[in-house]
């Protein structure tokens, strides 16, 4: 069980926007910690999407944002392509116990 | 450039000792404000940190994993490593190694390939 939790699947059709939740609690970024998005394409390693919340890192299309809000963040993804196809994580610091880094579960995205 | 790629044993047999190292390249393993990482995945799940060592030395682990886990850095041959001890199926996982910037902004940059260690008699 992932300490942030996040819906294991969504789907859209080629152009349409889809948006993936992170939830967290006061101990991670209830707690102000940033939080970070990973994409993950079938048999390969995770590739970091999104960091400090809405940053992209240089050849990441401007398709993919990211927000925080309360203890939630979210990934948006707009204008989808069927490249886009992967699993999704978040990721943030725990400061619980001595404090360690933590990844959501993971969602699946699916285009249609 | 930096490049990471992970190197071991893919079969471990119950109660032993995994032993996995992280070659770095394009970079110094010592310079800069950097932590290099493990993170492993079973298969068909999520993603778990393990634990870091940063470039002064220091280590951090996932506590859920502390009590078995080292995680060590030979500079001289800019490679870090991973111990985990007494070895049961729910290890066995793709590892990866991954670098991330001690700063500001706590994310995983670079990642290995991964490689899958199984646990097995």
């Known amino acids: 069980q992932s300490v942030l939790t996040q819906s294991p699947s969504v789907s859209g059709a080629p152009g349409q926007r889809v948006t993936i939740s992170c939830t967290g609690s006061?101990?991670?970024?209830?707690?102000?910690?940033?939080v970070h998005w990973y994409q993950q394409l079938s048999g390969a390693a995770p590739k970091l999407l999104i960091y400090?919340?809405?940053n992209r890192p240089s050849g990441v299309p401007d398709r993919f944002s990211g927000s925080k809000s309360g203890t939630s963040a979210s990934l948006v993804i707009s204008g989808l392509q069927a490249e886009d196809e992967a699993d999704y994580y978040c990721?943030?610091?725990?400061?619980?116990?001595?404090?360690?880094?933590?990844f959501g579960g993971g969602t699946r995205l699916t285009v249609l | 450039q930096v490049q990471l790629q992970e190197s071991g044993p893919g079969l471990v047999k119950p109660s032993q000792t995994l032993s996995l190292t992280c070659t770095v390249s394009g970079g110094s393993i010592s310079s800069g404000s950097y932590c290099w990482n493990w993170i492993r995945q079973p298969a068909g799940k999520g993603l778990e940190w393990v634990g870091r060592?940063?470039?002064?030395?220091?280590?951090t682990y996932n506590p859920s994993l502390k009590s078995r886990v080292t995680i060590s850095v030979d500079t001289s041959k800019n490679q870090f490593s991973l111990r985990l001890n007494s070895m049961t199926a729910a290890d066995t996982a793709v590892y990866y190694c991954?670098?991330?910037?001690?700063?500001?902004?706590?994310?995983?940059?670079?990642w290995g390939q991964g490689t899958l260690a199984t646990v097995s008699s």
């Open positions: 400090a919340y809405n």
């Open positions: 990721q943030s610091y725990d400061r619980s116990l001595s404090g360690f880094w933590v």
């Open positions: 006061s101990s991670n970024i209830g707690a102000n910690h940033d």
């Open positions: 991954a670098r991330a910037t001690d700063g500001v902004y706590y994310y995983f940059d670079y």
């Open positions: 060592v940063c470039a002064s030395g220091s280590t």
